[in-house]
């Protein structure tokens, strides 16, 4: 919580200078700096979204099932309700039942910073040791979880790199993979678009109860989807709503949609395929509610530009025009500009992002990830605020 995390970024900062090149086989270590837990409604209907959220960004298949939890000890979010026991599947030596490694700074023992700075470090050698003894191991592209996901979009968002990603999402598809699209004020305006597209009855009303839900939380707020768009969408060229909709559904490619998630769900392991992962267009809260339904890689289109990036996995940019790529040469992974260009097709564009996320899911480095580009994880909380 925000109460611990000068704390905890004072202690990874040691970790990674002091313990990880010890751990070669260990990518990072990260903190997961939230601001939830303390003076919020914890057992308001509601605050069961950034609850979940929190514990389902823990379970992230990128984290290997090794995380530790930083406590203050008087927050509302106890670690014991946040995780507990059994939440991790324990196939070592540890006792499931004990719950997650937890420091409580207000414990005791603690005599200054230093000491918790301590406490902190040494309780990580034995999850930097575990997951040190792990190997890297050839698994089929159907293990994949990708989120999509566009910001900054332009008018050449649905023309060029959002085509370009919804082929790509039909070869993942096709492949046995998971795909994820999402930003429900977003695709709102062609949810006939969506619902035709399930595959079941049961799909095509959970897309509508989502949607529903999210209109009555903006009405809530007096607002509706049209606020929306932005002076850069606008700027560049998409004048309402409605034209960034059939833009950003195109993403999603052309496969039946088997799944839907509330907002902070968890895919489970028979959820696979396309899935509409309901959240809000925020390109931060989406990200993050990406992570906890189980996202280990993630797409992000951009018109305008952004330097937009996860610590928690890797983001591979796509422009959607070649100026774009050009300026932002060392911050950009895939131009998609070359289709409005004339000098490449949507679907050898698909084919080049394929490949690519294969490669950095092998271990290649995307310029976010070389520059270590990070934004912060944002919860949707639309419990109240005490």
Known sequence: MQCVAGVVAQAVSRIKAQLLPQYPNVDDVIGLEHSYGCGVAIDAPDAVIPIRTLKHISLNPNFGGEVMVVSLGCEKLQPERLLPPGSFPITDERDASLGPDTVCLQAEHHVGLMSMLDDIVESARPHLARLNARRRQTIPASELVVGVQCGGSDAFSGVTANPAVGYCADLLVRAGATVMFSENTEVRDGVDQLTSRAASPEVAQAIVRELGWYDHYLERGRVDRSANTTPGNKAGGLS???????????????????????????????????????????????????????????????????????????????????????????????????????????????????????????????????????????????????
């Open 240 to 386: 309402n709503i409605a034209e960034k909709a059939m833009g950003s559904i195109i993403k999603s490619g052309s496969s039946a949609i088997s799944h839907v998630l509330a907002p902070g769900e968890k895919l489970r392991p028979d959820q696979r395929g396309l899935v509409y992962a309901a959240t809000p267009a925020s390109d931060f809260i989406c990200g993050t509610l990406q992570l906890a339904a189980g996202m280990n890689l993630h797409v992000f289109t951009t018109g305008r530009g952004t330097p937009y990036g996860l610590a928690e996995c890797p983001v591979i940019k796509v422009a959607t025009r070649s100026d774009l790529a050009r300026r932002w040469h060392d911050l950009m992974d895939v131009n998609a500009g070359k289709i409005a260009d004339g000098e490449a097709s949507i679907e050898a564009t698909g084919w080049e992002l394929f490949l690519l996320m294969l490669e950095v899911a092998s271990g290649r480095k995307t310029w976010a990830e070389h520059w270590k580009l990070h934004n912060a994880l944002v919860l949707f909380n639309p419990a109240p605020v005490t």
